[in-house]
């Protein structure tokens, strides 16, 4: 049987949990993109860490709670990791804590409970865990996404009260990343102000555009 490529294996599990656009494969390739920009503007990048993180990145949000069981979605990440792609088990399973622990919501939740707020120990793995979760971030600023989820989410709702969800959640989190300390590292931190230009000018126009 012929390897599936990592496009393959992202729109196989796409189609298999009903994954829509917002979270699919589009938004995969862009998180990739983001992720090797941010790995770009840093020095000492190594080929197993350009590895961990490009893979990381593509394949975040194929084991999230919101369209998988993570469970048994984590399962045949990491035997996609291993049988395709040959990896060693114990990479993969790194790749499966990086994913299973960059989520947003569930870390804020983990930061409102503890005054002093730590992220997950990922070992030699730490600096690919923020490049992944910070190019996931960036990847929020665009508004398709947000009113594309909602119209998944909600289908009963108007366009006019999708567009002012994405308004409020825009405005009370996304703009506010940088100020809350989500975003650190340089590289994603430059490339806040063109997309949070981008974002406003969407919002302001209900554009659908995404880059």
């Keep these: 049987m012929p390897r599936r490529t990592l496009a393959d294996f992202i729109d196989e599990m796409c189609k298999e949990y009903n994954i829509d656009e917002s979270h699919g494969l589009k938004h995969s390739v862009g998180t990739m993109i983001r992720a090797r920009a941010i790995m770009d503007t840093i020095g000492s990048i190594n080929e197993?860490?350009?590895e961990m993180v490009?893979?990381?990145a593509a394949l975040h949000d194929l084991c999230d709670s919101k369209y998988t069981d993570t469970t048994l979605a984590s399962l045949k990440i990491k035997s996609w990791l291993i049988l395709d792609l040959g990896w060693s088990r114990a990479k993969a399973e790194a790749l499966i804590h990086i994913v299973n622990t960059m989520s947003y919501s569930k870390l804020r939740k983990i930061k409102e409970q503890n005054a002093v707020h730590t992220y997950p120990n990922h070992g030699k793995w730490q600096r690919s865990y923020h490049i992944v979760r910070q190019a996931d971030i960036l990847e929020s600023f665009i508004p398709a996404r947000c009113v594309l989820y909602n119209m998944r989410k909600y289908p009963e709702k108007s366009e006019?009260?999708?567009?002012?969800?994405a308004w409020y959640l825009f405005h009370t989190r996304v703009f506010n990343y940088v100020k809350d300390?989500?975003?650190t590292i340089p590289g994603a931190l430059a490339m806040v102000p063109d997309l949070e230009k981008e974002a406003r000018r969407c919002l302001m126009e209900r554009s659908m555009v995404w880059p």
């Design 48 to 50: 197993d860490e350009r």
């Design 54 to 56: 490009t893979y990381a």
């Design 160 to 165: 006019d009260e999708h567009w002012r969800a």
């Design 181 to 183: 300390g989500w975003i």
